[in-house]
């Protein structure tokens, strides 16, 4: 009786165990994302909506300046997305056959911003950074930041660029720079839009013109060496879809 009762004991945990095993394993399914650090905010809010529907799957965020986030990826950094700030971070991956092409799309734009601190009257365009008065530029390091790229490239288009060079200060990413900015420790600054309106202690100065500066594109894509393909498809899809547009909207960003 004792042996048999071992017996039923042992086929019945051997039972439980193929049904929860499994289980355990789905409910691990971890997507490492890595994106540029002006989508911090909307990935954010976008996370618990995203787990809710797919309680199997946790999401996992890796914020940084996209130069930096292509390097980690490069130097064999385990991730299944990344979504950049910038064509040129992306190109920099697929040039080196690191992303699964087919799976890579412009998903969102952006604009650039002049700001500045909300008590500051000297600065009206951006030509006035030429202003003797305006002595610190706060713009995100071009080597490796988007948004300082950008804001180089602006500065040129407004032919300002070679008299300003000597003010610039430069930040590791986006969210410096606005800070910079916010505590006053510069006179103005270059920033996404989408950064910019998320303080009340700095204002909007002027709007880049589009054609100042290369086009503003986020692209995103599945990294090669992902253990997930699928889900990683599956999230790139949920934030094209109209569900994820309402949030990115939200924030200033625009579906391209």
Known sequence: MKKFITYLFVVT???????????????????????????????EEIKPIYEQKNPEIK???????????????????????FFSAAAKQMDGLASKNLIIPE???????????????????T?????????????????????????GQYAEETLKF?????????????GTNVTQVLTYVESGNVDAGMVFLTDAKTTEKVKIVSTAAPESHSPIV??????????????????????ASSEGQIVFNKYGFKLK
């Open 13 to 43: 945990l051997t039972f439980l165990c193929s049904i929860t095993l499994p289980l355990l394993a789905q409910s691990s399914n971890e997507l490492t994302v890595s994106a540029a650090g002006s989508l911090t905010r909307v990935l």
């Open 103 to 121: 799976t890579r799309r412009d998903l969102l734009t952006n604009d650039l911003v002049l700001i500045a601190p909300t008590n500051l009257a």
């Open 59 to 81: 999401l996992v965020y890796n914020f940084g300046a996209s130069g930096s986030l292509q390097q980690q990826i490069e130097q064999g950094a385990p991730v299944d997305i």
């Open 218 to 239: 986020y692209p995103i894509a599945i990294i090669k060496d992902s253990k997930q393909p699928e889900i990683a498809k599956e999230f790139i899809d949920f934030l």
């Open 158 to 170: 407004y032919g300002i660029l070679e008299e300003v060079k000597d003010r610039l200060v430069y």
């Open 123 to 147: 600065i009206a365009s951006f030509e006035d950074l030429t202003k003797s008065e305006v002595q610190k530029i706060a713009i995100g390091d071009p080597a490796s930041v988007p948004a």
